[in-house]
């Protein structure tokens, strides 16, 4: 079976605004998405209130918290739309399901996985290994549109940084 047979038969289109959560962070939700338009922010929120941009998704991008959807805990992190947004909701049993019953699907989904594991660990190496420019810098080159979409305080928490502190970076990159 295909992906989108697998979204027509067993899945949900959703349309969110900007400003409207998928999930929150400390709530269940044993759903899987995959962002047909739009984009989104996945982020943390500490115990003192400071948030931590995990990853913005982007159309084409699959996301959901597997602690919730497959262990049935509640979500490590929360996903907000950063603009008017259209997902396919499916859950995550259904999903489990087909991909043990059929090899195409379960082929799929381990593209996909090796794909979301090494942007992860990508996003680790840019984090542990470079200097805030250096990672800045990454960002521009490897998503030069993400800049336009999304807010500086946005950009500097992605990149770990205060708006200040990106702010320096791009006057000594751009000029200025």
């Known amino acids: 079976m295909e992906f989108s047979e697998l979204l027509r038969s067993e899945g949900q289109s959703m349309t969110l605004g900007k400003g409207?959560?998928?999930f929150r962070q400390g709530e269940g939700d044993k759903s899987f998405y995959y962002v047909r338009s739009g984009l989104l922010k996945a982020f943390y929120v500490?115990?003192?209130g400071k948030e931590f941009?995990?990853?913005?998704?982007?159309?084409?991008d699959f996301i959901g918290c597997m602690t919730s959807a497959y262990l049935g805990g509640t979500c490590a992190f929360g996903l907000l739309c950063l603009a008017p947004?259209?997902?396919d909701r499916i859950p995550f049993e259904r999903l489990y399901w087909h991909s043990r019953a059929d090899l195409e699907l379960a082929h799929f989904f381990i593209d996909r996985l090796l794909q979301l594991a090494m942007k992860k660990e990508r996003r680790?190496?840019?984090f542990l290994c470079l200097s805030a420019e250096a990672r800045y810098r990454a960002l521009v080159?490897?998503?030069?549109t993400l800049l336009e979409q999304v807010t500086q305080n946005d950009?500097?928490?992605y990149l770990g940084l205060t708006p200040v502190g990106l702010s320096r970076i791009k006057r000594r990159i751009h000029g200025g």
């Open 124 to 126: 680790e190496y840019e």
């Open 20 to 22: 409207e959560h998928v």
């Open 155 to 157: 950009l500097a928490r």
């Open 46 to 48: 500490s115990d003192d």
């Open 141 to 144: 080159e490897s998503a030069p």
């Open 53 to 60: 941009i995990k990853s913005f998704i982007v159309p084409g």
């Open 85 to 87: 947004t259209q997902l």
